[in-house]
């Protein structure tokens, strides 16, 4: 079946440390995106990328890091640099926007 | 003011009502307008997708669009309990290949 995989699904990070969310899709997408979700709020876009090789920064890019090696996965990066990173994080993909996004089923990090 | 604008509710019906969504967009040429559904601690699943003005149906779900007046709905008619989360609205922009999210509609239906 066809879809986005991200793992893990629940992370814990200490103070200082970095840590890789995965996401991965078998949907052969070429547009894949990293989004962050906070208790009772919207969506806000980290990173995206369109393309192998090539990604932009979102909404709320800083402490965050991305790479796109390869067309089925774009993992992100939390940083130490980002003070307040617990939330749900979510990945989606899709060919255009205009055909909507397919969501993973999310990573929820927890700082400890 | 925000791209896509929805109130955050709650919208609470009783069972079996007809429950009215509704999301305004600032951007005049956006063509493509969708809606997501979300359950507490789940990801967003899409339900319905609509790109020309009047309604589209599908099941229960029913999406308006209004380009003029810049609005989609979203009505679920004969509402369950377990329609009970949070509805997304999400619209493409012009100047970009991506979709703009608002912050949703949390909808609560009661026996």
């Known amino acids: 079946d066809g879809g986005i995989t991200q793992s893990p699904k629940y992370l814990f990070r200490k103070e200082g440390q970095n840590v890789t969310l995965s996401c991965e899709q078998n949907?052969?997408?070429?547009?894949m995106y990293w989004y962050r979700q906070d208790p009772g709020q919207g969506l806000r876009l980290i990173y995206y990328?369109?393309?192998?090789?090539?990604?932009q920064k979102g909404d709320i890019a800083e402490g965050y890091s991305v790479s796109r090696e390869k067309k089925e996965s774009f993992p992100l990066t939390v940083t130490s640099a980002q003070k307040n990173p617990t939330a749900f994080y979510l990945c989606?993909?899709?060919?255009?926007?205009?055909?909507?996004?397919?969501f993973g089923s999310g990573t929820r990090l927890t700082v400890v | 003011q925000k791209e896509v604008e929805q109130n955050s509710g709650p919208l609470s019906v009783p069972e079996g009502a007809i429950a009215s969504l509704n999301c305004t967009y600032s951007?005049?040429?956006?063509?493509?307008f969708f809606w997501y559904r979300q359950y507490s601690g789940k990801s967003p699943e899409l339900i319905m997708s609509?790109?020309?003005?009047g309604d589209k149906e599908d099941g229960r779900f029913t999406a308006q669009l209004n380009k003029a007046s810049q609005y989609v709905s979203l009505l679920i008619r004969d509402s369950q309990p377990s329609d009970s989360a949070t509805y997304l609205c999400?619209?493409?922009?012009?100047?970009?290949?991506?979709?703009?999210f608002g912050t949703g509609t949390r909808l609560q239906v009661f026996p």
């Open positions: 989606a993909s899709g060919d255009r926007a205009g055909d909507g996004y397919t």
């Open positions: 999400a619209v493409t922009t012009s100047n970009t290949d991506k979709l703009i």
């Open positions: 609509i790109y020309s003005n």
């Open positions: 951007d005049r040429v956006s063509q493509s």
């Open positions: 949907l052969n997408h070429d547009a």
């Open positions: 990328s369109q393309i192998v090789n090539d990604f």
